[in-house]
Structures are given as structure tokens and as C-alpha cells.
């Protein structure tokens, strides 16, 4: 057996790159001309179900905006009763055929099956599921004094993606539908403070991946998201701590962010929807981030020394020993440039003055 394995060491690795070699110009134009035809062809979702996890704010609400400006039917889950209802307002003034919101928390099991089961017995079928909800964590392993926070990670980065999925596959094989996914570059970037979030989204990333292959073509297509920092709750500094809580602390988002510029929520759903009416099985957005891919996969030695270096290393010379991270973004109006929260603040005090 060990000499099996040396030979196939030797000689998979020259074969399989010989042939990656011929196919790669086949496989290119390939991907040239379906992405050429799937522009002319989008899908149109008038009238269509979709159904949106993590719909009250960020990502998951300006979705909700793009559907229904295209007058799909929009279902809204998330949390906040308040939340939904408001953007629900908004879905109808955009164009949305019609809108439900439907209160659940998506780590939760029966929560999942409920809203699924209660959207289909509404309307009768579901057309596009898109998992959206998350929450993210900021501290590090060794700080934690037991295992709940990253359970409760795993339970809604994790799980709050499989149990809808789990629940909406027989509804979207009977209508040839879709699953959107928004899985975060963290997926493939190991950003530091974030390991059971990066975790969770890494796992997410190869179970739909997986389940691509599996469903074949009983389904519509899966669309798997990688975002960047893109503004949210999240990106205004929403997180999780080391107890479990929920914080909401503008100085440690400026601590885990940085100087990585926050794209807008429109803009990244325009994207996003782009994507998915198109059956893109990949959308990189901002696709700037693709460099780091590349880093991950040639060069990680580097990407792990310039993450250390400025998430983790103390810049000299501050008493708080924060990393260079806020110290880069304490720089007098670099939060203005940066952070879309920062511009819209000083927009509106301008309009006010």
C-alpha cells in the first residue's frame, strides 16, 4: 500500500496538471460563452416566491428591495417583528407583487421548517431561497471561558443555513428553484478574532458546494456569495462577544475592519441578485477580494504575516495597544472615506446645517 500511495504520489499530480493544461482554453471559452448567454437571458422573477433569512437590515434587506423591484413576492424572515414590518413597507412601495414577514430565528429548528412550511401552504410554492442571516464574533479562542459563543455561532452561521435548506428542497425540486447563499469571504480569508465565524462559513462554502453536485440539475441552480466587509449591522459594529452577548461597540469594529473599505448594501445586493438571476455558481463581492484567494492558495505565508500584522501585533506608541488595524483608521477622516455609516452621518448633518 505505501508503495501504491508513492506511485500515485508521483505520477496523479504531472498527469492531472498535463491535462489541466489542455482543458483549461476549453473550459475558459466555455465559461465565456455561457456567461455571454446568460446575459441576455436573465431570469425573470415576477411573481416568483422568494423567500430572504436575515431580511430586517444589511445584505438580506436591500435583496429584499432588488426582488421586489423586479416584482417578485417577497417573504421576510428575521427577528425583529418591527424590523420586518418596515421593510415590508418598502418592499410594496418598490414593486413587490406581495410581502410577508414571519418573525423566527433561524437556529432553531422548528423555526426553519415553521416558516417554510407556513410560506408554501400561503402561496402554494417557493421559488428562490436565500440564506442570508448571520451574526459574527469578535475575540479570540482563548478567551473564551466555555464553548457557548461558538456554539451559538455555529447554530445560526452554520445550521441557520442547512435546516431552511433541509426544509425548502422538495418545494424547490417540484419548481426547478434556486438557492442563494451568502457564505462571506471569510470562507477562504482567516481574519483573526473570527475563527468559529470563519469556520462556519468555510463549512457552509463546501456543503453547498457539495450539495451542487449531489441535487445535479433537480434544482435551478446554487449560487454561493462571498462578500467582503459590506455594510450591516455587523459593520457598525454588531457582534458577539466572549460571554455570548450581543455588543454593539463602534471601537472594536474599528479594531476587526480596519482599513478595509465597507461597500454599500445596495450595491453588493445588485450584485448579488445579478449573480443569481444569471445562475453564476460563484459571485465575489467587491470582486477586489479575489487577490486574496490568490494569496491564500500561493502564497499563504504572506497573507498570514500581513493579517497578524495588523489585526493582532500592538502598534508602538499607543497606550491602549490596539493593533494597527485602529490605528490606521483613527487617522483623522480616513472613517469618512472608509465606512458608508461615517458618510451617511456627515451627509446628514450637512443637509441639517
Not at 471569510?186 to 441535487?215: G, H
Amino acid at each position: 500500500m505505501d508503495l501504491l500511495q508513492a506511485f500515485l504520489n508521483l505520477v496523479v499530480p504531472v498527469f492531472g496538471l498535463s491535462i489541466l493544461l489542455v482543458l483549461w482554453p476549453l473550459l475558459t471559452i466555455r465559461s465565456i460563452i455561457a456567461r455571454l448567454f446568460r446575459v441576455i437571458f436573465d431570469e425573470n422573477v415576477r411573481g416568483k416566491i422568494v423567500l430572504i433569512t436575515g431580511a430586517s437590515s444589511g445584505i438580506g434587506e436591500q435583496l429584499a428591495y432588488q426582488y421586489s423591484k423586479r416584482g417578485a413576492v417577497v417573504v421576510l424572515i428575521g427577528r425583529r417583528e418591527n424590523r420586518l414590518r418596515a421593510v415590508a413597507e418598502q418592499c410594496i412601495k418598490r414593486g413587490a407583487m406581495d410581502v410577508r414577514a414571519i418573525s423566527a430565528d433561524v437556529s432553531k429548528e422548528n423555526d426553519c421548517k415553521r416558516f417554510i412550511e407556513e410560506t408554501v401552504n400561503h402561496y402554494g410554492r417557493l421559488d428562490h431561497l436565500v440564506n442570508n442571516a448571520g451574526i459574527v464574533h469578535s475575540f479570540l479562542l482563548e478567551e473564551v471561558a466555555d464553548s457557548r459563543p461558538l456554539n451559538q455561532i455555529m447554530d445560526i452561521d452554520f445550521w441557520g443555513y442547512v435546516y431552511p435548506t433541509y426544509y425548502a428542497l422538495p418545494h424547490l425540486r417540484r419548481t426547478h428553484g434556486k438557492i442563494i447563499v451568502s457564505a462571506s469571504v471569510a470562507s477562504w480569508l482567516p481574519f483573526p478574532r473570527m475563527s468559529a465565524y470563519n469556520a462556519a462559513n468555510a463549512a457552509i462554502f463546501n456543503f453547498f458546494d457539495t450539495l451542487r453536485i449531489e441535487l445535479g440539475s433537480s434544482i435551478g441552480g446554487i449560487t454561493i456569495v462571498t462578500e467582503g466587509w459590506v455594510e450591516s449591522e455587523m459593520t457598525m459594529g454588531k457582534h458577539l462577544n466572549r460571554h455570548g452577548e450581543i455588543e454593539v461597540g463602534e471601537n472594536q469594529r474599528d479594531i476587526h475592519v480596519g482599513p478595509m473599505p465597507v461597500a454599500y448594501a445596495e450595491e453588493c445586493a445588485k450584485a448579488i441578485i445579478r449573480g443569481a438571476l444569471r445562475n453564476y455558481k460563484y459571485v465575489r463581492v467587491p470582486y477586489w477580494y479575489t487577490v486574496f484567494l490568490l494569496y491564500r492558495i500561493f502564497a499563504p505565508e504572506v497573507l498570514d504575516f500581513l493579517l497578524a500584522l495588523f489585526y493582532l501585533v500592538p502598534t508602538p506608541g499607543r497606550k491602549d495597544a490596539a493593533p494597527l488595524s485602529k490605528a490606521l483608521v483613527d487617522i483623522p477622516g480616513v472613517k469618512s472615506i472608509l465606512y458608508p455609516s461615517t458618510i451617511r452621518a456627515q451627509r446628514s448633518k450637512q443637509v441639517k446645517g
